[in-house]
């Protein structure tokens, strides 16, 4: 039944590799990241064990090869190099300076990695582009955009909101939101992700997994013993010293959060699965300018028909429609020719209609000429009868238990 997402997820490695070993790793990084998207989907729904074990590594594979990459092109850097295969980026290591006694050296790899979980980017996500979600977004733009354009406003003991923390179930735009608020305010978007596996990583590639685990139980309570009091310590300083510095905190998990680091944020917003008009918007966002026959009440009844999906839900519905115009082309036994030379794939009583196969139009030496058809409503129902909302009834009562006890609607 989902097996579309793993031939997808290998139709997009094979193009990341291929792009990979010819140096243009532009190309490659958003191809291995939209085969992570397929295979994170897949996984979802894989039952049989040994596939998932087999995948799960693949995933791991091709994820550290994306971070290679991204870490490359974040530096301004041409790329590492191909051997042939998914090269390995290879950057100098920072040398311990001389005298560093143990501590020193502790805290250098804890810098590095550190530095190596910060993903630094320029985003390019409009208020617009985030469905519903009007109060966080006026939260966040009485913290960002109100005191850049109105400095006057914030005088005497009026000062902006300096430390957000967005919490919700995966998949309901907490990081797109994030994005957005980075691009309004025309700011660096800094992301701290996975530090705990960055930092382990190099140690864990040096133990053998058996003596690892142990060393990494006792390893990991001290380093985030350190990371949270260093957090604290920042965060402590925002607001006063640093005027311009905006925390905005995502999580999944918010009963998991410290209460000392809880307090640290001013305002605690809950960001709920979307509602039916956000739902409606996101159909239209992922869809785009592909081309499609779906009418205003079409995009209503999806929005309709899709009660309880998260954001990431619909924009993996939205990817696999996407290919369903394609796999009626690869399958169709009938074309037409259109008037400007175009042959589309068609049914047998379509006035015009060929026999032929795309596989023979393409032996003609047609292949630039056939077009897939338009995407219509048949092909979300045909996905959506195989697709399940992935956030569980259960997920959304510790969200709105840890809501009335703590946060806010967002």
Not at 15 to 20: L, N, P, R, S, T
Request: charged share 30%; glycine share 6%; hydrophobic share 35%.
């Amino acid at each position: 039944m989902y097996s579309n997402f793993k031939e997808q997820a290998i139709e997009y490695v094979r193009q990341a590799v291929a792009e990979d070993n010819s140096g243009n790793y532009a190309k490659a990084f958003p191809l291995y990241m939209n085969a992570l998207e397929y295979f994170k989907t897949h996984l979802k729904y894989e039952k049989n064990p040994k596939i998932k074990e087999a995948i799960t590594q693949k995933f791991t594979e091709y994820l550290r090869r994306a971070e290679e990459i991204r870490a490359v092109l974040d530096e301004g850097g041409s790329g590492p190099t191909s051997n042939g295969d998914a090269a390995v980026a290879t950057k100098p290591k920072t040398k311990p300076k001389d005298g560093n006694d143990g501590e020193d050296a502790d805290k250098e790899k804890l810098r590095s990695g550190l530095n190596s979980a910060i993903i630094r980017e320029k985003p390019n996500v409009k208020w617009n582009d985030v469905a519903g979600l009007e109060s966080a977004k006026q939260a966040l733009q009485e913290a960002v955009i109100l005191p850049v354009k109105f400095p006057q406003f914030f005088t005497g003991k009026r000062r902006p909101w300096r430390a957000f923390l967005l919490y919700g179930p995966p998949g309901t735009g907490k990081s797109y939101l994030a994005k957005a608020v980075a691009t309004e305010a025309d700011s660096t978007f800094f992301s701290l992700k996975g530090l705990i596996v960055l930092v382990f990583r190099p140690l864990r590639m040096r133990l053998r997994l058996r003596n690892f685990v142990c060393v990494e139980k006792e390893m990991k309570v001290k380093l985030e013993r350190r990371i949270k009091t260093e957090l604290l310590v920042q965060m402590q300083g925002v607001g006063h010293n640093d005027d311009k510095v905006l925390v905005l905190a995502a999580t999944n998990t918010p009963y998991a959060l410290d209460q000392a680091i809880r307090r640290r944020f001013d305002k605690r917003i809950y960001i709920p699965l979307p509602d039916l008009k956000a739902r409606q918007h996101m159909f239209k966002v992922h869809l785009g300018d592909t081309p499609h026959n779906l009418t205003e009440s079409d995009f209503e009844a999806l929005a309709r028909k899709t009660e309880g999906f998260s954001g990431s839900d619909i924009s993996v519905c939205v990817k696999d429609v996407l290919f369903e115009p394609v796999r009626k082309t690869q399958d169709a036994m009938f074309f037409t020719k259109t008037s400007n030379g175009v042959w589309v794939p068609c049914g047998p009583k379509q006035p015009g209609a060929i026999q032929i196969t795309m596989q023979e139009l393409d032996a003609q030496g047609l292949a630039e000429k056939i077009i897939p058809p338009p995407i219509s409503r048949t092909d979300f129902d045909k996905v959506l009868a195989r697709q399940r909302p992935t956030v569980s009834k259960a997920d959304l009562e510790v969200h709105e238990r840890f809501t009335k006890e703590f946060g806010e609607e967002g």
